[in-house]
């Protein structure tokens, strides 16, 4: 399936994927993210059961704090 992930288009060897198998393939570790799909925010708790599809526009962005 194809996706646009950060802006770019990416090809996941995969039918459907939830967002917490978009961020062990892609190797996003950092603790703190915030995931985006067609401009909604996905909750955290929701990760786990949160589809993928085909042509969704998926954004995944580190949050960094500092002072």
Do not use: C
């Amino acid at each position: 399936m194809n996706i646009i992930l950060n802006n770019n288009i990416e090809q996941i060897e995969a039918d459907s994927i939830v967002v917490t198998d978009l961020l062990r393939i892609k190797n996003f570790t950092f603790k703190m993210l915030v995931v985006k799909i067609n401009g909604t925010l996905v909750k955290k708790s929701d990760y786990e059961k949160t589809a993928i599809h085909e042509g969704d526009d998926v954004m995944v962005l580190h949050l960094i704090s500092g002072g």
